[in-house]
């Protein structure tokens, strides 16, 4: 069996640090896209059916995407596929002038080397003949990657993601203001995400330390409010979002246990839990109840909580107890010692 995909179908490959977190993130996305793609996980490639191409804003939102885009054949084998690809498919999606690679990457247990380098040799001289275009395998226009799977063979348009390269440049050690409490882009990202943030929503850290959760919110393109006991994590967030060159952003000092901030879209946030940084005397687990306690005058109603806090506090028990319904809860290991959760709550 062999086709031409549907224009209407997408592939997305996540990252392995954290294959539960990636997905959450990626069908979060797709959600705030449109609520009707449909979604089937092969390891950690997402294959997307539906309308709308989500691929442009998966890469430019998603932290724990690789690489996504379109896929344009499907085949049931690795041999012959090569001829069984239309020219008028190829002419369509590489351009005369352009550059491309052909990649393959193998989801079996035979890897099978010798038939993934004939399909590299035979796609590649195909699409030369059919439209003209020419192999280069540094920075090319086109990336041809084919997706080798149990059950079949996807050819794909693949874009690689930037924005994951921008993140790890991004992290606490390079920023103008550093303590080790920071949170790091890559999860910061993620958990706005999570949260589903868009540009020009207002999203309160009020736990906002050095602001490392902030800058990302800024990244987005939404504004960023920070509640901070410490008048010197104050300072320090300050020069941060300075860094960026970001100034639509409002600091303030005080106490998350009784926050001033109301109606927000949304708190993105990592409380302190008595390791690198303090809870001022206050039981970790306490500061979140409180936070909760007052989630419906800070946020507005449709907005949502993402928080991030070890997963020895007890956080999920005292946020059903309070009456919360938990969207996700998703656990991963920092190191032997601590196991962190993160969890959204819709309000
Ligand atoms: C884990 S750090 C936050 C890191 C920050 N979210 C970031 O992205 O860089 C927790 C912060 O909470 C602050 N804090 C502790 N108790 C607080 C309270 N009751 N109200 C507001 N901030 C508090 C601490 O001073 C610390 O800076």
Redesign the pocket.
Known sequence: MSRSASTNSYFAIVSGENAELARVEIETLLQMVDSKYEVSWYERVAIIEGLQNPTDFLLQRAALLKEAGTIIFETDSLDGAAREIPDDLLISNVGSNETFSIRTKSFLHSRKPEARRSIVVELGDKIQRATAARVQLENPDIRVLVLVMSDRILVCMSKESQLRGQLRRRK?GMKPFFHP???NALL?RTMCNLARVMPNETVL??????????CEIAHIGARPIG????WR?LKGASKNLAGIQYSDYSLIQ????CSPIRNCHHVV????YGR?????G?KAVR?VAALFENAEEIILHGGSMCTCHSSDMGVPEVIRQLGFEIEYQIRFRVHSGLVREVITVNL
């Open positions: 606490p409490s920071m949170m910061a850290d009020p736990f906002c330390g050095g602001g490392g959760i902030l509640l901070e006991l410490s994590f005080g106490d998350a246990r946030t990592d409380p302190p690198a940084s303090s809870t001022r206050e500061l």
